[in-house]
């Protein structure tokens, strides 16, 4: 089996993580093999309080479930935050409860284009049969 080749991002370079994060951080790595670029968790903080992360679901004393999308890894994580704490990332085979929609309104995201490039674009959720 061979070894992947791990790319070390200056930026790291004399950073640390505070240890009220370090549980966020060991669930990301055991449930996704995720370990976060420099940003991108003060990124997903700002995407929730933006209100750019989609709710998945509440749950009790003021803690929701969001689905956050990483750009470095273009990946789609669960995690679980108590207002802007992020408290630990929940499984990808999360099942979202019953009932519940990914909230209808105004969203952003990126396209990839034939070319290899990128644009950010702007679309809207909307409910099956509401005028658009």
Excluded: C
């Amino acid at each position: 089996m061979g070894t992947i080749p791990i790319r070390f991002d200056e930026r790291w370079n004399g950073a640390s993580i505070p240890i009220e994060h370090w549980h966020f951080h060991r669930r990301l790595f055991s449930r996704y093999g995720i370990v976060l670029e420099p940003g991108e968790f003060s990124g997903i903080i700002k995407d929730i309080k933006k209100k750019r992360a989609d709710l998945v679901q509440r749950k009790r004393l003021g803690a929701a479930v969001y689905l956050v999308h990483l750009r470095s890894s273009d990946a789609l994580v669960y995690v679980l935050a108590l207002g802007s704490r992020l408290l630990t990332a929940y499984p990808p085979q999360f099942e979202k409860p019953k009932g519940s929609k990914i909230k209808v309104g105004q969203r952003t995201g990126i396209l990839d284009l034939p070319d290899g490039s990128q644009v950010r674009v702007r679309f809207r959720i909307t409910r099956s049969g509401e005028d658009r």
